[in-house]
C-alpha cells in the first residue's frame, strides 16, 4: 500500500507539474479575485452532503444493538472525519472507514456489526458512484460532441461499471474476510483464534440482504452525489461562467469517475484537476477557469475537512489521558 501511495503521489505530481506549466496564473489569480470570499459558502454547503450519507449509513446500522442510542450529530460528524482522512490523507481511500468503524464503536456497538455496514455502505457507494457516472456519461454522449481522447478516457470508465456489482456478488455469497484473514494468519501471525473474519462475513451476508434498506440507503447516497454537483454550479457563477445545472451534473459526473479511475492517487491529486481541464472543453471552460474550480473543491475539502481530522485526533488524545488519570 506504501509503494502503491507512492507511485500514485509521483503520477499526480507529474499531472499536477504538466498542467501548471501550460496555465496563465494571472487569469486564474483575476478569477479568484472576481469570486471573492463567497467561495466559502462551499463549506456550509458540504454540510448537506453529510447530511444524507449519515441518514442512510444509519439505516444500515438500525438493527443492530445500541444503535438507536446513537445520536445523530455524531453520525454525521463521523461521516465528515471519514471523508476527511479518505481525502486529506495518503490512505487509498480505505481509512476513512476504518476509522468510522473505531468511532461508532466508542458508542457501544460492536466492531463486527458497524464494520459490515461500513463495508456495504462502501459497496453503496461505489454503486451509486458508477450510476451517477453512467448518467452523466449517456448525458455528455447525447448533448456533446465528445473528442476522440475524451471517448477513449469514457471508454475506461464504462469498463470498470460492473466493478461494484461483481463485489457485491462476491461478498453477498463469498467468504473473503475469513479468506483474508488465515492469509494474514499465515503472512504475517495474525491471530486467527477468534474468527473475526467469518463473523463479519455472517455480518456483511445478512446486510446485504435487506434489499429495502439498500435500496434506500443507495438513493440517498446518489441523491447526496447529484447534490454535490451544484457546488460546481454554483462555482462557475461566481466565477462568472454560469452554467445550467445539466452541465454542472455532467461535470461532477465525468471528473469523480476520473478521480475513482486513479483512486491509487492520494486525494486524487492532479487527476481531478486533468478530469476537468478534459471534460470541461466541452462546454466551453479553458483550462484556468477549469483548474479554478478544481482549487475551490480543494479549497473546500481542506476547510471542511481539517476541524474533521483535529476534533477527531483530540477526542484520541483525550481518550489516551483517560486511563493515564486511572493508573495516578
Known sequence: MRNLAYVGSLVGLVLLIGLALRTDFSALAHLWVLAGWSILWLVPYRGWYFLLF?????QLLANYPRADELSFGYLWWVCSVREAIDRLLPVASVGGGLAGVRLLSWRGLARTQVGASVVVEVILTLMASYLFAAIGMVMMLQLTAVTVGQRQVLTAIAMTLPLPVVCFILLRYGGWFARLERILGSVIGFDTRADRGAALDLEVRAALQRTGVLVQAGALQLAALIFASFEIWLVLRLFGHPVSAATAFMLES????????????PGGLGAQEAGFVLFGRLFGIDAELALAVSLAKR????????PSIISWQWLEARRLRQPARMTC
Open 254 to 265: 465525468a471528473t469523480q469517475a476520473v478521480r475513482h479511475l486513479a483512486f491509487f492517487i
Open 299 to 306: 479549497l473546500r475539502e481542506v476547510l471542511c475537512g481539517l
Open 54 to 58: 449519515a441518514v442512510g449509513w444509519r
